[in-house]
Each structure stands twice: as structure tokens, then as C-alpha cells.
């Protein structure tokens, strides 16, 4: 045999591996992809401050953890602190977790969610549920949770809940009760 034929030979004996490799790792997909949520970037004991559309303080957050979410561009905050400005001052809004939407005129607390009027305020408010929205732009808080508020000489529950955060102004929207505890003279 030539050397033309041993050549010849080779080709085709590579061509068929070749063909017969292909064929092989066709059926191969490819890895399945990463389906572990990433973050754009981390917060780590920070203080932000959002400021509304005509450049007054709308919100100011304190947290130990924000995480941006890469996939939708909501921010995830562990234990979140808000305080939101007011006519008579400052509402200060606590809870284990936290979540603001990518337009940031949304925010949700969840998990020991408490509302404390400023230190100060000629009439203290509290109240307490388990979830919060809160809609900054709009000087809103809402729950469909049962909530607890207290004032001085009053306590009410009930479910369902709005206050407008500026005037301070409330309403439970079902099943309320009111205890009335009145402070002794002097």
C-alpha cells in the first residue's frame, strides 16, 4: 500500500471518530443554571435617606442588611428602622424583615411590625401587628392584619388598619374594640 492509501486510510478512520464523537455528546444538555438568587450589591449598616419628587425627605431607612435583588431590582432589609416625617414629627416603623419594591413607592414589614409615634409628642402612639405596607409617596400605612393602638387613656384593636402618617389620622376597618383606661387626677 502507498503512502496516498495509509493517508486515505487515516482520514477516513478520523472522520468516522469524529462523526461517531459528535454523535455522542449530542445528547448532552447543558448544565442546569445557577437557580440560587444573586444580588446586584450588599448593604452592610447603612442609613438611606429617599426623597420625594419635589426634594423633601420622604423616608429615611437604618439597617444592619440590604441585599438588591438582580432578577426584579427590590431591596430585601433585615431588620428595617423607618422613619417617615410628619406635621407634629417623625413616626418611627420597626419589624424583623423588610422589602421595597424597584420604584421604592412600595414597602412591606413583615414579622413584629411596631409604629412609635417621635419621643415627645404632646400624645405618644403606638400600634402593633404582624404586617405592614407602607406607601411612602402617599404618607400611607396599611395592614389587612389585626393591629393594636395605644394613646394615652386609650387602647384599640381591631382588623384592618390605615393611617395617614402626616396628619396622624387612623381608621380600623372591622372588628374594633376600645378600652378606655383614664389617667388619675392629681
Known sequence: MSWRGVLGVALVLAAIFSGWSAWRMRDRSEPPAD???RSDYV???????????DGTESLRLEAPQLQRNREDESLAIDRPVFHTPGQDGAWRL??????????????RLTGNVAGDSAEG????????????????DQDLARTGDRVTLTRPGIMQTGVGFQANLQTRQYQFLSQVQTRYEPTPRR
Open 35 to 37: 437557580t440560587t438568587q
Open 43 to 53: 448593604l452592610r449598616d447603612f442609613e438611606l435617606v429617599m426623597l420625594a419628587r
Open 94 to 107: 420597626t419589624a424583623d424583615q423588610g422589602w421595597i419594591n424597584a420604584d421604592g413607592d412600595l414597602a
Open 121 to 136: 409628642h404632646p400624645v405618644p402612639t403606638t400600634f402593633r401587628t404582624d404586617t405592614l405596607e407602607l406607601l411612602p
